[in-house]
């Protein structure tokens, strides 16, 4: 099994093609989801080290699937994603390393790759 | 329910006239109907003497008053151990009738006419109503807090007229004559309690204290009225001077709590020597009210007994007066504390009675309308004014009403109730509005609803800038991933990608303009739904193989009317309705698609048997991007609702979890 390095969840498609066109720069394999409760087996399937989850998913909201992959004790970094200006709940959030913070949208798909490039540790491409 | 504690100044039990006590709690009784209320009466020692609750018994409250008031008027008959036939007295509804006697000493009571006598002051009934309506007192007449000089000369011109009257009969003793006098008396006190009447300017009529002496040969006495400090004397008579002398020791007398015995011998004592002669005396004292009547020569059984009789009736009144003012004080408190305003008035639409928060109101507004003025004074707004009128003229009701009202930049809200004031043969004396302030509840409510459109159009606004923020990231995205210019991306596909997501901004944004005012160029015509659908599920028919639906169609067979809409619209929206109903049942299930008239209007049925929509997301499914699919805008429904809107149509959506979803839209049927 190919090893997945970043599992994306977002209903949007053209943001999910967003991520693969530069996560693809960094040379990380990435599975994209547009829905929480399958997004929610992948992560579990493949443990990857990032997690990118859009907040305002369908049935199941983002902080709903991140608290999920934490009662199913997988250590994956989170990176939440909104279109709304949202807060993540630092009572909630706060004390948790792995979770890197919000991206909100439209963003910098440079500085995005450095974060990225950071967490796993290799060079951009 | 509001419940009324009240401690009345005056103890009901006390009022030795059982009449006027029964008419009090129909009185009350009737008060506690028409406000709905429980009015509770205590003593001043706290003990509970009555207790009126609604919804009204106004069936048995006629049988025990009238039952009662009949009994007493029997009880008086039999004490006369005499023939009287043809005697005309009123019963105690206050009506006039005649008394005829049976074989075994009963007598039968016979209606009659009313004719004007000597006290004229009760109004001709018809015999009718007799059954005794439950009705409020007459407000209208009530009397001015202080007597003026001119009505207490005018009352004692007006007794002085009755008394003068009772002299001939004395002088000529003539019993039947007499008695009749005394039953005019009679009548004016039954009048004050009977069911029908509360009159109280009978009760003024007579004196707050009388002192009488009636000669053997002539006929002298004094009237004196108290009211409020205010003192009339009126003498008249053979003997003034020995009169006014009594006059004054009366009065002098009076003013002590219990004269009694010693009041009593002194007056016997004054006219003996006086007039030389014997004279025997009747006495009546009670709380204040004093009668007495000298009989000089005593001249027979039978006028003794009269004058009896005509004592009786004297202290009777005398008690009435002055109890009724008490009476008269403990309703107007028990209006006074009732929380809504009140207006009685009349059946001209006077003003006859205004409760405290009645008054209240209109000084609140700057407005000191009279009693006795019309209603319009009260400026309470041309509906209310309307139904007072109606009421009292034709005995219309109007229950838990609602109206608006501005005058001059200060609104009113008011709930109003208004009852007439209805007798028994249907004629309306009056009506009762009774009514609460709601303007603040009212402007708070409306306060409200503007906050939550706000917040709604705040809500829609977020999701907007949600909707457009995917394509806007995507294309900011592709522009950046552009200038890097790093394989494996080609240049052509990112650029394509950048024209797609602005093609999505700007549709989005068409979308969210179409609900505002969809349909802008289109001419609505008349369209056959029946066609429409037949088009549509052409399409439907492939959609359904796909998804393992089975589509199930009900279209009658004959031709139903034509609605007024655009057909392409109307296939759109049908589309979309059936597209969400066959995404819901995403493992295979059944579409039942119906068209039925109903009225004047044509509706399409949509129902599947999918898992159906949480009742929490119901009501949120019409509006802008919500949406709970992946990927979904939340236009559709917005958009549907907002097409069949312009078409004067409707959108229904019933749903039950585990059942399944009915989606119901209707359009109204073209005009002819």
Same mark, same amino acid.
């Given at each position: ?88 709940? #630092?009572?909630? *959030? ?32 | ?134 009705? #409020? ?27 003068? =009257? ?94 009694? =015995? ?26 204040? #009210? ?40 403990? *309703? ?117 609803? =503007? ?222």
């Amino acid at each position: 099994m190919k090893q997945i390095d970043v599992v994306v969840i977002d209903d949007n498609e053209g943001i999910c093609w967003v991520f693969r066109q530069a996560l693809a720069l960094c040379k990380l394999n990435c599975l994209t989801l547009s829905d929480g409760t399958q997004g929610l087996e992948q992560v579990i399937r493949h443990r990857p080290g990032l997690v990118i989850i859009d907040i305002k998913l369908g049935a199941m909201n983002g902080f709903e699937v991140a608290r999920r992959i934490r009662q199913n004790n997988i250590d994956a970094k989170i990176l939440f994603v909104t279109g709304y200006s949202e807060a993540i709940a #630092a009572e909630e *959030w706060g004390g948790d390393k792995n979770i890197l913070g919000v991206l909100e949208k439209p963003f910098n798909v440079e500085e995005f790759l450095e974060m990225v490039a950071e967490i796993f540790d290799r060079p951009l491409c | 329910m509001t419940t009324l504690y009240y401690f009345p100044d005056q103890n009901i039990k006390d009022c030795p006239n059982k009449h006027f006590t029964r008419r009090w709690t129909v009185f009350q009784k009737s008060l506690a109907s028409i406000l709905k209320v429980a009015i509770v009466w205590f003593d001043p020692h706290g003990e509970v003497v009555s207790l009126q609750e609604p919804p009204d018994p106004a069936g048995h409250l006629r049988q025990t008053g009238a039952a009662e008031a009949y009994r007493e008027i029997f009880r008086r008959i039999s004490r006369e151990h005499r023939d009287l036939s043809g005697i005309k007295t009123v019963d105690p509804l206050g009506f006039p009738i005649s008394l005829i006697r049976l074989d075994d000493g009963g007598y039968l009571l016979m209606g009659e006419p009313f004719r004007s006598g000597a006290l004229g002051a009760v109004p001709v009934p018809p015999a009718k109503m007799r059954a005794a309506e439950v009705s #409020a007192p007459e407000y209208g007449r009530l009397p001015q807090p202080v007597l003026t000089p001119e009505v207490i000369e005018e009352r004692l011109s007006h007794t002085a007229g009755l008394f003068n =009257k009772l002299r001939r009969y004395f002088v000529r003793p003539n019993l039947p004559e007499l008695l009749s006098a005394v039953g005019r008396l009679e009548q004016l006190i039954i009048s004050v309690c009977g069911q029908g009447y509360f009159n109280s300017r009978a009760v003024f009529e007579l004196i707050t204290s009388c002192l009488m002496l009636i000669a053997g040969s002539g006929c002298a006495f004094t009237f004196i009225y108290e009211y409020q400090g205010q003192i009339a004397t009126l003498c008249c008579g053979e003997q003034p001077e020995l009169v006014q002398g009594l006059a004054d020791e009366w009065n002098r007398l009076g003013q002590e709590r219990d004269p009694g =015995k010693r009041f009593a011998d002194l007056i016997s004592r004054r006219a003996e020597d006086k007039l030389k002669t014997a004279v025997e005396g009747i006495l009546y004292q009670n709380n204040g #009210a004093s009668v007495y009547l000298g009989l000089v020569g005593a001249e027979g059984a039978h006028l003794r007994e009269a004058l009896g009789a005509l004592v009786d009736c004297a202290a009777a009144a005398l008690e009435l007066s002055s109890f009724w003012a008490g009476c008269q004080e403990s *309703w107007k408190k028990v209006f006074g504390a009732i929380r809504q305003g009140i207006i009685v008035v009349d059946n001209r639409g006077a003003i006859l009675i205004m409760n405290s928060a009645a008054k209240k109101l209109c000084k609140e507004r700057g407005i000191a309308p009279a009693l006795g003025r019309p209603v319009k004074g009260c400026r309470l707004g041309p509906q209310i004014e309307e139904a007072l009128l109606g009421a009292a003229g034709s005995g219309c009701s109007f229950r838990s009403k609602r109206s608006s009202f501005d005058e001059s930049g200060a609104p009113l809200c008011l709930c109003w109730d208004v009852f007439p004031l209805l007798r028994d043969d249907g004629q309306s004396n009056g009506a009762v509005l009774v009514y609460e302030d709601i303007t603040v509840t009212v402007q708070l409510k409306e306060e409200i609803r =503007k906050w939550e459109r706000l917040a709604t159009a705040g809500e829609i606004a977020a999701s907007l800038a949600h909707e457009v923020r995917n394509p806007l990231a995507t294309a900011k995205a592709a522009i950046q991933l552009l200038r890097m210019d790093k394989a494996p991306l080609k240049r052509e596909e990112l650029l394509e990608k950048l024209d797609l997501e602005l093609d999505r901004t700007n549709s989005i944004l068409t979308n969210f303009l179409n609900i505002s005012k969809p349909m802008q160029d289109e001419k609505l015509e008349p369209v056959l739904l029946k066609e429409t659908l037949q088009e549509l599920l052409f399409f439907l028919n492939g959609e359904a193989v796909l998804n393992e639906i089975d589509l199930v169609v009900r279209i009658p067979p004959e031709e139903l009317p034509a609605v007024l809409g655009s057909a392409n619209s109307i296939k759109q929206v049908c589309l979309n309705i059936a597209l969400n109903a066959i995404e819901a049942m995403s493992g295979g299930g059944r579409l039942t698609i119906s068209l039925f008239q109903r009225k004047k209007r044509v509706h399409i049925r949509f129902e599947d048997n999918g898992p159906g929509i949480p009742a929490e997301n119901l009501e949120a499914l019409t509006r802008p991007f919500f949406t709970t699919k992946p990927g979904g805008t939340g236009l559709g429904l917005a958009i549907s609702t907002a097409i069949l809107k312009s078409m004067g149509g409707n959108l229904n959506i019933e749903s039950n979890v585990g059942e399944g979803t009915a989606v119901e839209l209707s359009l109204p049927i073209a005009d002819q």
